[in-house]
């Protein structure tokens, strides 16, 4: 999808991406949003956070699947550096980390 760039490339789907889970109490056969014919863009998001989803949300979503509890910092660590399973930020953006709650049962 998508017409020839500069570079002679076509980016594939940069702002799309899939995935597969299963197991856990997932809940089988379902998709959560949609993309355009293309598979280029998100057209249905498919969960609360109405944007697409991030990897740090995937990363919450099996954190909690696990009985890891993901919003939890660890303070006393040896670099003196707090620790975060999910980082709340990427580069200079904060983000709104969730767990994917409807890939459960």
Same mark, same amino acid.
């Given at each position: 999808?998508?017409?020839?760039?500069?570079?002679?490339?076509? %980016?594939?789907?940069? =702002? $799309?991406?899939?995935?597969? =889970?299963?197991?856990?109490?997932?809940?089988? @056969?379902?998709? !959560?949003? $949609?993309?355009? #014919?293309?598979?280029?863009? *998100?057209?249905?998001? @498919?969960?609360?956070?109405?944007?697409?989803? +991030?990897? #740090? %949300? *995937?990363? $919450?979503?099996? +954190?909690? $699947?696990? @009985?890891? %509890?993901?919003?939890? #910092? !660890?303070?006393?660590?040896?670099? @003196?550096?707090? =620790?975060? +399973? *999910? #980082?709340?930020?990427?580069?200079?953006?904060?983000?709104?980390?969730?767990?994917?709650?409807?890939? =459960?049962?």
């Amino acid at each position: 999808p998508g017409d020839i760039t500069v570079n002679k490339g076509r %980016d594939h789907h940069r =702002f $799309a991406m899939s995935g597969l =889970f299963a197991g856990a109490g997932i809940l089988g @056969g379902c998709a !959560i949003g $949609a993309t355009d #014919e293309q598979g280029a863009r *998100v057209v249905r998001t @498919g969960w609360a956070k109405k944007r697409s989803v +991030y990897p #740090e %949300d *995937v990363a $919450a979503t099996i +954190y909690s $699947a696990l @009985g890891i %509890d993901w919003t939890k #910092e !660890i303070t006393n660590t040896p670099s @003196g550096r707090v =620790f975060r +399973y *999910v #980082e709340p930020q990427s580069g200079t953006n904060f983000l709104d980390v969730a767990e994917i709650a409807e890939l =459960f049962a």
